[in-house]
């Protein structure tokens, strides 16, 4: 048995009501990295999320590559989507409690990586509690310093493509993996996790209800989805 906290990335999507439905009958609560472009586009579905108890997280307006745009481009597009955060709490009527970021594709942003996480520790961003995960690799890149979320389990279903020669048996393969070349075991006995997976349509017309039958299959395997907490580093640390 292993425990993880669930991350879904770049929602929000017409799907996106569904997997939320699915998640809560299963008494999940998932952290939802969303994209300021899909939640203009979808702005019904992310505030129906917001509805039924997801947290919604930045993720960038327009998912760049961090470390291709100047600093003051990342920090336009961490603060635009903070807007669009903004709006969305306020019209569902619910306090944000928490300020999450994930970087899109992991890119910290390269050379202004530092400035950015000063940034972020400035303006109260809060961490996930990762004190619980155990994982050497974790640690020796520093993953346990920053303030935004990284993960610990990828379940790499987005690279599932027409003609990509991925496949649903591969991604079943990778969560049984014992010695994957990124991550941490997935169902190692003990371990905690951050587990990623996405909120994606092109995944859905291929694999139709990837997002629910994959969560099932690792809750079979002994995963237990556990409520996300958090840690506000202190002003006196910036
Ligand atoms: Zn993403």
């Known amino acids: 048995m292993s425990k993880a906290y669930l991350t879904i990335d ?3 999507t017409i799907i996106t009501p569904r997997i939320i439905d699915f998640l809560s009958e299963k008494g999940i609560t998932p952290i939802l990295f969303a994209v300021g472009q899909q939640i203009e586009a979808h702005w019904d579905q992310a505030l129906y999320a917001l509805k039924k108890g997801a947290i919604l997280a930045n993720h960038s307006y327009s998912h760049p590559h961090f470390s291709e745009l100047t600093l003051s481009e990342c920090l336009s597009e961490i603060e635009k989507q903070e807007d669009i955060l903004t709006r969305l709490y306020q ?23 530092e400035e950015i996480q000063r940034y972020l520790k400035k303006h109260q961003f809060d961490r996930i509690d990762d004190s619980v995960i155990r994982f050497d690799w974790y640690k020796e890149n520093g993953l346990d310093k920053d303030i935004d979320v990284y993960w610990t389990f990828d379940f790499t279903e987005y690279m599932i493509r027409e003609n990509s020669g991925y496949t649903y048996e591969d991604v079943i393969q990778r969560i049984h993996d014992k010695n994957p070349s990124t991550g941490g075991v997935l169902l190692e006995e003990g371990a905690h996790h951050i587990v990623l997976i996405h909120d994606h349509m092109e995944t859905e017309k291929i694999v139709p209800n990837y997002f629910e039958k994959l969560i099932s299959y690792v809750m079979a395997s002994g995963v237990e989805f556990i409520e996300p907490r958090f840690i506000t580093p202190t002003r006196d640390s910036i």
């Open 91 to 113: 019209a569902a009527g619910i306090e944000r409690r928490y300020k999450l970021i994930r970087f899109p594709y992991g890119d910290k942003g390269g050379d202004n990586k």
């Open 10 to 12: 770049d929602s929000s």
